[in-house]
Each structure stands twice: as C-alpha cells, then as structure tokens.
C-alpha cells in the first residue's frame, strides 16, 4: 500500500525558503504524477504544482516564479521549494498522487500524505 | 482559471437525513470533476471522480451527478462519520487544477 510522508521545517522567517520532501512508501515514484498542495489555516486547498519521474514539471502559474519542484526515483521523494516566503505561505502542505491519462492530462489525487504545517512569521 | 463555486457553505443535517451538496463551475469542465471528502487535522479523501464515479471503497450512499458546469453530491443518508467537509475539484482545464471553497456539512 502506497503512503506519502512529508518532512521539512515547521517554521520560517518572512524571505526565507521553504523546502519540504515527500517519502513515497510501499510504492516507486517512477510511475504517477507527484503533486504538492497548500491548504491556508481554515481555508480550501491550492494546487501548487507536479512532478513527474523525468524530472518533467508542471506548476500553478501563479507561484512559477517561487516555486521548483524535483524528484529522486532512487529514494523514492520528491521535494518542493518556494522561495521568498510571506505570511501568506503559511498553511498545511500536503503531497499526493495521481496517475495520467495518455495524453498527459493529470487524473485525481488517490493518495495524499498527512499533511505539515509550515507557519511564516518574523 | 475554472473558478468553481460550491454552495451550501454550511448544512445543517441530522444523521440518516439526505445531503445535496452543490458545484458550479465557471466554464464548461465536462465531466472531469472530483469530490473529496476532508476530516479535521486529516487529508482529503477521495470520494467521486469524473462526476459519477465513486472511488474504490466509498459507500453507495455517496453519488455524484452533473456535467459542464452543475454538478451534485448526494449522500443519500448521513451517516455520523460523514459529517465533514466536502471540496470540488476540477482537471478539465488546467493549470492549474481548482478546488471549490468547500461544503461544511455539520450536525444540526
């Protein structure tokens, strides 16, 4: 059975980076499309952006000046990092998978991972 | 951006009554619309996928109808494990890929 585990800092200073890794248990990261997405304190969720095992990505075009995302199929992660954070960055994170169809096109998230809170405050 | 709309913000419902959650989408998105289901302090699961499709092991209570851009969970009798917030989300124009504001669906 698949499992997503995220890791990272739980607190950051306003311009500093965020980086967060996503361990993918029970299963390779070599298939599937590997996604990031944000969830502010009580308020609904942001897809952030994807990763696919080549390396290839696909981000929010409202974060893609912040945002890099990248795997390693040898561990078995993927990591995210969102640069010059503020305030507004605070939220839970969360990684999940989809699969794709064969044009590409990202299916629905089967698998998330629990989630971690990242708070930005000075 | 497919902006998408859900609405009620918050029902109010006793255990064993039917749910109608709704969602509006912007533009025309097909059928390629998602439901999930979000407890506090949990990831959200997923429920329906492509409007109507339940995902392997969801309960039959729960169904989803619609396309272009109306669309509707129905949970046909609440359970008390059921009363949590339920998000929309499209893929049919992307990026990015959208969320609803959600649907608290709250014990009365």
């Known amino acids: 059975q698949v499992q997503l585990q995220e890791s990272g800092p739980g607190l950051l200073k306003p311009s500093e980076t965020l980086s967060l890794t996503c361990t993918v248990s029970?299963?390779?990261?070599?298939?599937?499309?590997w996604h990031w997405i944000r969830q502010p304190p009580g308020k609904t969720l942001e897809w952030l952006g994807y990763?696919?095992?080549?390396?290839?990505?696909t981000y929010n075009p409202s974060l893609t000046s912040r945002l890099t995302m990248s795997v390693d199929t040898t561990d078995n992660q993927f990591s995210l990092k969102l640069r010059s954070v503020t305030a507004a960055d605070t939220a839970v994170y969360f990684c999940?998978?989809?699969?794709?169809?064969?044009?590409?096109?990202?299916?629905?998230?089967?698998?998330w991972g629990q989630g971690t809170l990242v708070t930005v405050s000075s | 951006e497919v902006v998408l709309t859900q609405s009620p913000a918050i029902l109010s419902l006793s255990p064993g009554e039917r749910a109608t959650l709704s969602c509006r989408a912007s533009?025309?998105?097909?059928?390629?619309l998602a439901w999930y289901q979000q407890k506090p302090g949990q990831a959200p699961r997923l429920l329906i996928f492509?409007?109507?499709n339940r995902a392997h092991g969801i309960p039959a209570r729960f169904s989803g109808s619609g396309s272009g851009t109306d669309f509707t969970l129905t949970i046909s009798s609440l359970e008390p494990e059921d009363f949590a917030v339920y998000y929309c989300?499209?893929?049919?124009?992307?990026?990015?890929?959208?969320f609803g504001g959600g649907t608290k669906v709250e014990m009365k």
């Open positions: 533009q025309s998105i097909y059928i390629y």
């Open positions: 990763i696919f095992s080549n390396g290839s990505t």
């Open positions: 492509d409007a109507s």
């Open positions: 999940a998978r989809s699969y794709y169809d064969r044009s590409g096109h990202p299916y629905d998230f089967d698998i």
């Open positions: 989300q499209q893929r049919a124009d992307w990026p990015p890929l959208t």
């Open positions: 029970g299963g390779a990261t070599t298939t599937h499309y």
